[in-house]
């Protein structure tokens, strides 16, 4: 039998209903940690971004600006310069790292000896310092002094100026994505190794030849693994700053001195990359509110890969059911 | 459930106008003319750019010179400071009483946002009268009327050449003799690459930003307007024709693949203080360092060559410099103000750091001082510091962004990348007006 008590103005409260609402203030307060962190490093910004987008802020000073910040966008060349970048890196760097990775752990699950010391040699480079693995990348192919068109040159080859000439600086980059592609390389052989051996016995008693088991066995199993590798690889490559920064600024020949003008995409550009703007924007311009307009639609295009990531998953999970 | 909602709802407002508005409350200046010696003894904070050992010391001396003028004065220094550190700290409510940045290209922004305040009522309650200074520091220290910092010590640009590689020739004034002696001077391999360059022409070369060598050819930045006048000032078109015409001659790749062999600009590697490059432009401050580094090199300073057709500008150059100021906000901005004037005005205090730190001294008096470390190589800068042809970049919202622009355009067109120079010019006035109606308005 329900027993009655009576609520502050005086109405009847179910006892029920009241050790509910204990259970969710209880609920509540366990979650208050997550709650305020999350109001204050998620909610709180985002909506201070979206405010910032329609004003002038220097850092300093307010001033409504309407949707000019949103008009500028669609005029910067740079912002374009910088999508098209960007996007040149995901469509060529993230499948070029994938191939690549699951190339070299397919390679060391097929070593009869030396398995450790191969698996070291190849995830040693992911575990350099980024500045100092773009600065040594860009001191090696430097076309002045760099050992590689050196050794190019010595046997008659033809070297590019690969930081220097825009239409070789993103696959020189690309080449730096790959030689530290040791942590991919890790998870790929994991996966690979979990891949039970019996159902490649079964596929070789069917004639299946070397093509075919990797078609219909391992990219099966490992789907989950490469479905992970891509999304995070996409979100990582639209945030891609600091290799980009560091080997302009090395290649271009930049002090950090007074008088001297660093150009971050050295050179032409065309290694400028959205996140590059935005910090550019932001930090060295004081144009607040426009960077403010460049992070929502960072944010807008991090969150759709994100949702698409969710959803193959989501959808892994119901084919495994 | 309603009342819940709305302090939530409250509690964000709050947060948000907290957020609008941090920073913006302006800390009222105290014009006078300083502390006087019957306050309590105080102690002030100073954030300075120095981090070399000689600087330290050099700044150490500086204020102890300080202490001895301002015996209840204590300053307590933090080094290597930059420009972004001392807006967090504006912006945070806790800057230092006096902040110093080696780079004028924020001074539009220090003024205009009201970082460091305004030092006119200061200036004016010490009675300092402004005509001390060379009247081209003012571009620099100021923005739309309001001198928010001042200047301690100065740079000039200036020619260095290898005597011994000169092979007997004078230095040049005009820039077809500047074209004609690095085409003589220079020294290729059989296979055209270059061992000796008697001069680098493009702007990617260490000192050879437009800032510079604009001042070659009378170059301006700006129209009245504040708009960009780069497309239509003839001279910018002038400058990097020439420029252009010398890079051929070289070859833009032979012309990288020697400057990417170079040594660093500031180490001992310096390709003038290696012998491999015969003329190079450079500020005042290469004397101590071929000093230090490179005692053996005979070599000699003049102005920079100018345009033919401008021969009035020969003897001037580019001249910028450290600035200081008082960050808005500071805690002792009487006490601030002592030490801002002695650091900048008071003459045997400037020559003393110029003698130790081998800048350019910021003041007339202090260039005139019988106490200044003269020598000939040293003098050319003192000169060109003089000198009414020589310019600045005036202060001015973008100040970076601008010369990134017009750099960017630069590489474009000696690389060969961009051939039309009228449409790359107009290009740049687009994106410099554009950026300015972003941030400003205008």
Known sequence: MATTTLGRRGEAVPARLKGRHRVNLTALLYLSPWLVGFTVFFVYPLIATVYFSFQRYDLFTLEPVGLLNYKYFFQDGAAWTSIRNTLWLVVVMVPLRLLFALGVAQLVTKLKAGVGFFRTIFYLPSLVPLVAGTLGFVYLLNPGTGPVPTILSALGLPSPDWFGDPSWSKPGLTLLALWSVGDLMVIFLAALLDVPKQLYEAASLDGAGAWQQFYHVTLPVIRPVLTFAAVTGVIQTLQYFTQAMVAARVASGSTDSAGSVFTPGYPDQSTLTFPELLFQQGFRDFAMGYACVLALLLFAVSMIFTLVLLRQFRGLDEEAV | ?442
Request: with cysteine; charged share 20%.
């Open chain 2, 1 to 442: 459930m309603r009342t819940r909602l709305l302090l939530v709802a409250a509690g964000l407002a709050v947060l948000s106008a907290a957020a609008c508005t941090a920073g913006t409350e302006s800390a009222p200046a105290i014009p006078s003319a300083g502390s006087t010696p019957d306050q309590k003894p105080v102690t002030i904070t100073m954030w300075h750019g120095f981090s070399a050992d000689n600087e330290l010391k050099a700044f150490d001396d500086a204020l102890a010179g300080f202490k001895q003028k301002y015996p209840w004065i204590t300053v307590k220094t933090t080094k290597a400071i930059q420009d972004d550190q001392i807006i967090q700290s504006a912006r945070g409510g806790n800057p230092p009483d006096v902040a110093m940045s080696f780079t004028t290209d924020s001074v539009a922004t220090f003024c205009k946002t009201g970082i460091f305040q305004d030092l006119k009522p200061f200036l004016a309650a010490s009675k300092i009268d402004e005509s001390i200074f060379p009247k081209v520091i003012a571009e620099y220290t100021q923005y739309q009327g309001n001198r928010c910092v001042m200047p301690m010590l100065a740079d000039s640009y200036g020619l260095y050449y290898n005597k011994k590689l000169m092979k007997g020739e004078q230095p040049p004034k005009t820039l077809s003799e500047l074209a004609a002696l690095t085409k003589k001077l220079t020294v290729r391999a059989a296979d055209g690459t270059i061992k000796v360059a008697g001069f680098v022409p493009h702007s990617q070369m260490y000192e050879n930003a437009p800032i510079h060598t604009g001042t070659m050819v009378g170059a301006k930045w700006t129209n009245p307007d504040g708009t960009s006048a780069v497309a239509s000032d003839p001279a910018w078109k002038q400058l990097m024709t020439w420029q252009k015409d010398l890079v051929d001659w070289f070859g833009y790749d032979k012309l990288e693949k020697f400057r990417k062999s170079m040594g660093d600009e500031w180490s001992a590697d310096n390709p003038f203080m290696k012998g491999k490059v015969a003329m190079a432009i450079d500020g005042e401050w290469r004397n101590a360092m071929i000093a230090a580094d490179a005692k053996d090199l005979d070599y000699g300073t003049a102005p920079i060559p100018v345009a033919d057709d401008k021969p009035q500008l020969y003897g001037g150059g580019f001249i910028a410099g450290t600035v200081v100021g008082i960050p808005r906000g500071a805690k002792n901005p009487e006490a601030a103000w002592d030490l801002v004037k002695y650091l900048t005005t008071d003459t045997d205090a400037v020559v003393n750091l110029s003698n130790a730190l081998r800048n350019v001294p910021s003041t007339l008096p202090a260039l005139q001082s019988p106490k200044l470390d003269k020598d000939p190589n040293f003098q050319t800068f003192l000169d060109i510091f003089a000198n009414p042809s020589s310019a600045t970049l005036p202060a001015q919202l973008n100040s970076v962004f601008n010369q990134q622009t017009l750099q960017e355009a630069q590489i474009k067109w000696e690389s060969g990348r961009a051939p039309d120079l009228d449409a790359l010019l107009a290009d740049v006035d687009k994106k410099i007006n554009d950026k300015l109606k972003l941030t400003s308005g205008n």
